[in-house]
């Protein structure tokens, strides 16, 4: 089941299963006890939710809503840092291999949904893109075992971490700055619940930019899979359901070219992750107030 979050034509917030080229609405049918998919998770109802929309038909076409993200209140978005084989060695200064996962968050307020503009601020223009796939959290809990980790998720998402690279660079020791910029990634377009998949360390994605593979590569090349991910986090934080752990992204970001090749408006970046979907963005620039 693929569970989103949107918005009809009149602005009223909604939430549902995705039926061939349209959407189930579980807002009506679930009622008060599920207002959103963020108290759906925390009540532990995807089963309930699966039951409803069987056999049901669409409500809304997908031509007619406009997506939020799947999540719209997560708790944490948390995101890895350095994580597929070679990104280090992207960097080019002789470190070693991390023996630990490089972990920074982000808000909310830095991502839109599938469909909405990714904005670059008048500030910088090196907006650059990042692909990723990322765990939603479906069942909460501190220092969860490794070997109980993979039983913690609801399901996954595609992710694009997008990054204004000279602020990057602000900070000695954290990148917060220039990974919070309102409206520089996005999230979605739904999550595919997880018994959508067989397991987890064979996943492919793949980045485009107009059409142009930039990235792509397998989760069996993480340096940190996904289940230690939930061990090493919940270790320092209680995970709650609809927490958002995105896993990192391949080599091939728009930095790393010689010159660099940072998007601009009307670029459109896609980040595709079989048994998920595709997440597809265009570029437009920030218009102040």
Known sequence: MRLLSYRTHDGAARFGALAGDGVIDLSARMGARCPDLLQLLRTDAIDEARRLAAGAGA???????????????????????VNYAERNAEYRDGAQAPGYPSVFPRFASSFVGHGQPILRP???????????????????????????????????????????????????????????????????????TADEFDGYDALSVTTRVNGEVRQHDSTGRLMFPFAYLIHYVSTWTTLEPGDIISTGTPTGAGARFDPPRFLVPGDVVEVEVPGIGTLRNVIADEVLP
Do not use: M
């Open 59 to 81: 409500d809304h076409a997908l031509t007619d809503i406009a997506f939020d993200l799947p999540v719209t209140r997560p708790a944490r978005i948390l995101c890895i840092g």
């Open 122 to 192: 008048p500030e910088s223009p090196q907006l650059d893109y990042e692909g990723e796939i990322a765990i939603v959290i479906g069942r909460g809990g501190r220092r969860i075992a490794e070997r109980d980790a993979l039983a913690h998720i609801a399901g996954l998402t595609c992710l694009n971490e997008g990054t204004i690279r000279d602020w990057v660079r602000h900070g000695k020791f954290n990148v917060t700055q220039g990974k919070n910029w309102d409206a520089s990634g996005a999230i979605g377009p739904w999550i595919a």
